[in-house]
């Protein structure tokens, strides 16, 4: 690991376990070398020596804040139209894209392992290049498939002259498509379905080289996705472009080329999530959406009880929990 080793009292800024991050460094340096901005970001936050790892500031020999990290993140945007920049699609260098993510993973701000593993997933106990494990993906699903129960579902047959003007309809039916979309997408990757959530093509997931598809070093390189796994960036792609159908001053949606647009969202939101480069779930433990006017808005006391406190919690006066948060009341 060269002169980087992990100091005896880690930084109060660092979130993540003494062995995690003793595992995720040591990979990370093996990717990028000592000498890269990677080294450097590592090197950075535990000790506060050596240059800033974008800005290219002096160290001050005392680890940064958590402030200073959060700004050396941001720092020097490749494209003040890209946000956020340390996204993997917009930073063009990819030894500055990882240092990038280093400084948010360490800190807690993002779940992005920062590695180009094509399996790094298995240093959190994930599959794949995902940040959250089976259980996780598993647990907002239910979430989500909750949330349509208690909340509404799309009408069974949509008219088509409808089902081309998607922003005219009512927020209950927004909500309904996000987490269709989002539970088309964990199905998917769960391997519950081989149908792709977008494309609603049979495209199974496996975790071994796909037999069809080849990734280009460039694309390698941007996504740290590898055979087998390039489905479903392409997928999230489709998604990306479905989103936009509809709009105003846009053409009218085709709802046979695309899920409705809140559905492509959904898809996006829940692939963002389950890869660590968002912290908000597709949905929350209410069952609720983007578009659905949470409860728990209005500060649900539920969580800090530890278990659902029924109609005694401000946030849920007119519904329960979802399964997950009733079945802890038995125990109380």
């Given amino acids: 690991m060269d002169d980087i080793r992990l100091p005896a009292e880690l930084p109060a800024t660092i979130t993540r376990a003494r062995p995690l991050i003793d595992a995720v460094m040591a990979q990370s340096l093996r990717e990028q070398g000592p000498d890269s901005r990677t080294a450097d970001a590592w090197r950075w936050v535990l000790t506060g020596h050596g240059p800033a790892p974008v800005s290219d500031g002096p160290g001050t020999g005392h680890p940064p804040g958590l402030d200073e990290i959060t700004a050396e993140a941001r720092s020097d945007p490749p494209d003040e139209c890209s946000w956020p920049p340390w ?3 917009f930073d063009p260098d990819p030894d500055r894209q990882q240092a990038r993510r280093v400084l948010r993973w360490l800190t807690g701000a993002a779940d992005a392992i920062p590695l180009l593993d094509l399996d790094r997933g298995q240093y959190v106990g994930a599959r794949l290049y995902f940040a959250r494990t089976d259980d996780e993906l598993r647990q907002v699903r239910d979430w989500a498939q909750h949330g349509i129960a208690q909340h ?10 409808k ?8 927020t209950s039916w927004f909500d309904a498509a996000w987490l269709h979309g989002a539970i088309a997408y964990l199905d998917w990757i769960l391997g519950d379905t081989q149908i792709a959530p977008v494309t609603r093509q049979p495209k199974p997931i496996a975790p071994g080289p796909h037999p069809d598809r080849r990734v280009i070093a460039g694309q390698r390189r941007m996504y740290g996705v590898g055979a087998g796994r390039y489905d479903i960036e ?3 792609t489709h998604a990306k472009w479905g989103s936009w159908q509809g709009h105003e001053g846009e053409e009218p949606a085709d709802p046979d080329e695309y899920p409705p647009p809140q559905w492509c969202e959904g898809v996006v939101q829940a692939h963002d999530w389950a890869t660590g480069e968002d912290g908000e779930p597709p949905a929350d433990h209410h069952g609720c959406g983007a578009y659905y006017p949470c409860p728990g808005d209005r500060r649900c006391s539920c969580e800090a009880a530890g278990h659902c406190l029924r109609g005694q919690c401000p946030a849920c006066t007119d519904r329960i929990c979802n399964a997950g948060w009733t079945a ?5």
Wanted: avoid cysteine.
């Fill in 87 to 89: 996204r993997h699609a």
């Fill in 152 to 161: 509404g579902d799309l009408p069974a047959d949509i008219p088509r002259w």
């Fill in 163 to 170: 089902a081309e003007r998607p922003w005219h309809w009512p």
């Fill in 234 to 236: 392409e997928e999230v």
């Fill in 328 to 332: 802890l009341v038995e125990n109380y």
